[in-house]
Structure formats: structure tokens, C-alpha cells
């Protein structure tokens, strides 16, 4: 890169006139940009911002006063020199620093660093489980989620409460409220909701592994409750949401347009919802929460990929997930177990999945969320989804 610079000049009027020709040209020229080149690696999930991975050809050794001159040339720090698997370093750069060496002779690539980390495997996990961490069946007798495990992310479980003392929440599951009782102890006398929050966080039958779950009661122990009572739990969350979040409302009813209000809102708080479509095999768009848009609206699939006969279909469903013979844990004990069936049970899978997306993106919007968990579902695989239902099946693991 050429460097300009000044100094007084002194000159006497016996100058050809070649040299001032000379002179004035450079003075006119006009100003170019420092050329660029390319990057390479994905700018986005998984990318460590202003960390770049350059390699150096053949006639520049990087370990060398001369390679570690390069980089240091355009305003790059070197972090690690490699000079046995690759010849190059890893530079701290911001990214024109790093397309302008890019652009260097001597160098042969610039890619943007990368996080990496292991994965866990569950054997046998629940056919759920199992389902939603790969593209195709046959399954694989295996469940494998990443590191972060949705560790950092509250699963909030707007439902019957929780039995938080089950050792499948390994301590990680709390009490908000119970709006029910009206009282800070949101215990599960029915066994719907402690099903739904092992699916999302459980140890052995959840999808995020190290997320907290917090009960929030709205449904008495018959497994009903009132729009005002279920407006007042997510008014809650709304309010006391530990950011990142993910609400849960395996529940429903007829269209209702406050209570649509009250989830667009909460989802506009940065709250992001996963719904049950329905049971009863009609359009999602007659229910309330299932047709709220911005919602992530869960329909249910059977073991052979097809949609559950009593899920509802259509447009305003987002993806489908398992919903039939999902087992998980149980309110009868604090190591029991139970086995059911509906989109109640699918919708904690995209919670779940959510949560997962929530670890790794901390700053996700609920939009974000929702984006991700469908572009990432898997298409094509689910017979009989309903006339204009999506053809996407939820995948946790698709890059």
C-alpha cells in the first residue's frame, strides 16, 4: 500500500519543466480506495466477530519477522501463529483490516473464526427426543443437543404449575405464580404442565437440557382455568421475564381477541411463545393462542412422520413436532414418569428448540427465533399436513 508523505519542498525557477509536470500530476491524482478482497465463512451463528483465520502462501513463512510483519501491517494483532498444520495465524482484526490483508500477494486466505464445541448423546431417549435431532427415519435410538444445552434461558410454563421437585429438573425448576390460588406456589395437582416442562428442559425427557424452568400457574387441577386467569399469567411473564425467555401455552380455546392481544404483546416485550395448535383436527386459525402470527404456533406428528389425526392444520401453523405417545415426567412423584398425547406435547418440543436457539443467540428477538426454528425444521418429510399447513418438521440440530 503506498504511503504518502509530506515535506517542504524548496525549489528554484531553473526547474524543467518535466519535474513540475511530475510534481502537479501527483498532486491532482485523485484518492483511491485500499483494495479488498473476500472472506471467507458464514457472518453469522457461530461466527466470532473481529477473529480471523489467515493463511500465507508458500513464499511468506508465518513464524517468520517477515510474516508477523504482514500482519501487523494492516492494523492486525496476532493472537496464535501456526506453522506446522497451516502456515498463518489467527489475527484480531476488525473486517476491513481483514479484507485489506485479504487483498495482500502474499497471503492465501482470510476466513472468519468459528465457535466449536462438543455435543452430547442421550441413548433411548423418548421417540420425541429422537425425532427432532434428525432429518430422516428410520430413528436412531440416540438424541444428541449441543453444549449449551439451553443453559442461561428461562422456559417459562403458563399451564397447571409444575412439580419442580422432580429430579428430572435437576433443581433447575421455580415457582412464579399461581394464579389459581392466588399464591406464590404454582404446584401441579393435575400433571399436564410438569409433562410439558420435562419435555422442554428435562434431564432424561427434555429438549434443553440446562434451562430453568419457572411455573406459572393458570389451570386448576382439572386441567381448566378462564381467559382471565390465563391473561393474568402471561401479564405476569410480561412483567417478570429474566431475559432470554420462552413461554409455553399448551392450552387454548375458541378466537379470542384479547387474549391474542395479551400474547402479541408479551412477544413484543421479547418473550418468545410456543403454542399447541389444537386437538381438534380444524384450521389453528379458529383458536386462540394457536392463530396469533407472531406466536410459534405447533402442530402435532406421529412416530411415521404423519400429522396426529386430532392435531389442528393449516396456515397459521408454523412447523409440526411429536405430539403422540410422548412420555415425560410426571406429578405423581418425584421420579415419575407418565405417557401422553397431543399438541400440548408438541409445542414443548419447539419450546425446547427455542431455548436451544436462545443459548447460543442470547440476543435473538422472538422473530429471530421463529425464523430459525423453521428454516431449520425439515421440509417434505410429513404426510397428511393439512390443507396449507407447512410441510416442517421440527430439527434441533440443523446447521
Do not use: C
Request: no cysteine; aromatic share 6%; hydrophobic share 40%.
Amino acid at each position: 500500500m503506498a504511503v504518502t508523505r509530506k515535506r517542504r519542498l524548496h525549489w528554484a525557477g531553473g526547474l524543467t519543466a518535466v519535474m513540475t509536470a511530475t510534481v502537479l500530476s501527483a498532486i491532482t491524482l485523485p484518492a483511491h480506495a485500499a483494495p479488498e478482497g473476500q472472506i471467507s465463512g458464514a457472518d453469522g451463528a457461530g461466527s466470532v466477530s473481529g477473529s480471523y483465520i489467515v493463511t500465507l502462501k508458500g513464499g511468506t513463512k508465518a513464524p517468520s519477522q517477515a510474516g508477523k510483519a504482514l500482519a501487523i501491517e494492516y492494523g492486525a494483532r496476532i493472537s496464535h501463529t501456526y506453522s506446522t498444520a497451516l502456515n498463518g495465524y489467527a489475527v484480531k482484526a476488525d473486517e476491513g483490516q481483514a479484507k485489506r490483508l485479504a487483498a495482500d500477494s502474499r497471503v492465501a486466505s482470510v476466513s472468519r473464526d468459528a465457535t466449536v464445541a462438543v455435543e452430547h448423546r442421550q441413548a433411548d431417549p423418548p421417540w420425541g427426543l429422537d425425532r427432532v435431532d434428525q432429518q430422516d427415519l428410520p430413528l436412531d435410538s440416540g438424541y444428541t443437543w449441543p453444549e449449551s444445552a439451553g443453559q442461561g434461558v428461562t422456559a417459562y410454563v403458563i399451564d397447571t404449575g409444575v412439580r419442580i421437585t422432580h429430579k428430572d429438573f435437576g433443581g433447575r425448576a421455580s415457582h412464579g405464580w399461581d394464579f389459581v390460588d392466588n399464591d406464590a406456589t404454582a404446584q401441579d395437582g393435575q400433571g399436564h404442565g410438569t409433562h410439558v416442562a420435562g419435555t422442554i428442559a428435562g434431564t432424561t425427557y427434555g429438549v434443553a437440557k440446562q434451562a430453568k424452568v419457572v411455573a406459572v400457574r393458570v389451570l386448576d387441577d382439572n386441567g381448566a382455568g378462564t381467559l382471565s386467569q390465563v391473561i393474568a399469567g402471561i401479564d405476569w411473564v410480561t412483567k417478570n421475564a429474566r431475559k432470554p425467555a420462552v413461554a409455553n401455552m399448551s392450552l387454548g380455546g375458541l378466537a379470542d381477541p384479547q387474549l391474542d392481544s395479551a400474547v402479541r404483546n408479551s412477544i413484543a416485550s421479547g418473550v418468545t411463545y410456543t403454542v399447541a395448535a389444537g386437538n381438534d383436527g380444524l384450521p389453528a386459525s379458529l383458536y386462540s393462542p394457536a392463530r396469533v402470527k407472531e406466536a410459534i404456533t405447533v402442530g402435532a406428528s406421529d412416530k411415521k412422520d404423519a400429522r396426529a389425526d386430532f392435531s389442528n392444520w393449516g396456515a397459521r401453523l408454523d412447523l409440526f413436532a411429536p405430539g403422540v405417545d410422548v412420555t415425560s415426567a410426571s406429578n405423581a412423584s418425584d421420579t415419575g414418569r407418565a405417557t401422553f398425547s397431543g399438541t400440548s406435547m408438541a409445542s414443548p418440543h419447539a419450546a425446547g428448540a427455542a431455548a436451544l436457539y436462545l443459548a447460543d443467540h442470547a440476543w435473538a428477538t422472538p422473530a429471530d427465533v421463529s425464523k430459525a426454528l423453521v428454516e431449520r425444521a425439515t421440509s417434505g418429510k410429513m404426510s397428511n399436513a393439512g390443507l396449507g399447513s407447512p410441510n416442517k418438521l421440527l430439527q434441533v440440530n440443523n446447521p
